[in-house]
T-cell receptor, first 115, second 114 residues
Framework: KAGVTQTPRYLIKTRGQQVTLSCSPI?????VSWYQQTPGQGLQFLFE???????NKGNFPGRFSGRQFSNSRSEMNVSTLELGDSALYLC??????????????FGPGTRLTVL | AQSVAQPEDQVNVAEGNPLTVKCTYS??????LFWYVQYPNRGLQFLLK??????LVKGSYGFEAEFNKSQTSFHLKKPSALVSDSALYFC????????????FGKGTRLHILP
């Protein structure tokens, strides 16, 4: 099976712009979760989608949004980018809800730099 | 609210020595516990998990972890460290009795010294 894929791998944007990141889960996986990783804050949960429904959401402002399509692929959008949004954004998939019996499979991440 | 703590930002161990990476957690229900490892410029990889059953869990690359309910801990261990074990390690917990998100610790950087 192919692993979790994320596109693009690297992105450079300027403040005020918006960005869309894409994640394709492992075939058959219904849950997709998104995380922001920074050196100071570790791994911060953004949101989880399961069968096109947002099941859980982290403590991020409304500028961060996401969605999941019927084929389980997911997108994450960040509007009005700020310098502090520079981070590695990780996507993870699992057959069922994240952490409910099943481990997650992570993609390689998208490195976002905001100038 | 559920939480997980990794009290050490960094752990240094000589090659061949045993290693321990600490993790403590807090949940109101039954904990589902996970360890992941991240190598440079890579996503996280699953190492092992505790859902139920034996308190000693064995995982990938010779790692194991012991679930201790009374101490609310799930420390990661390996009898003999390899230089290739040098990486960033994350502990994660989910409350098995609630429909809630999985929480990750801040990570512990493990340095194995040759």
């Amino acid at each position: 099976k192919a692993g979790v894929t994320q596109t693009p791998r690297y992105l450079i944007k300027t403040r005020g712009q918006q960005v869309t990141l894409s994640c394709s889960p492992i075939s058959g996986h219904r849950s997709v979760s998104w995380y922001q990783q920074t050196p100071g804050q570790g791994l911060q949960f953004l949101f989880e989608y399961f069968s096109e429904t947002q099941r859980n959401k982290g403590n991020f402002p409304g500028r961060f949004s996401g969605r999941q399509f019927s084929n389980s692929r997911s997108e994450m959008n960040v509007s009005t980018l700020e310098l502090g949004d520079s981070a590695l954004y990780l996507c993870a998939s699992s057959p069922g809800l994240a952490g409910a019996y099943n481990e997650q499979f992570f993609g390689p991440g998208t490195r976002l730099t905001v100038l | 609210a559920q939480s997980v703590a990794q009290p050490e930002d960094q752990v240094n161990v000589a090659e061949g020595n045993p290693l321990t990476v600490k993790c403590t957690y807090s949940v109101s229900g039954n904990p589902y516990l996970f360890w992941y490892v991240q190598y440079p410029n890579r996503g996280l990889q699953f190492l092992l998990k505790y859902i139920t059953g034996d308190n000693l869990v064995k995982g990938s690359y010779g790692f194991e972890a012991e679930f201790n309910k009374s101490q609310t801990s799930f420390h990661l261990k390996k009898p003999s460290a390899l230089v290739s074990d040098s990486a960033l390690y994350f502990c994660a917990v989910r409350d098995g009795n609630r429909d809630d998100k999985i929480i990750f610790g801040k990570g512990t950087r493990l340095h194995i010294l040759p």
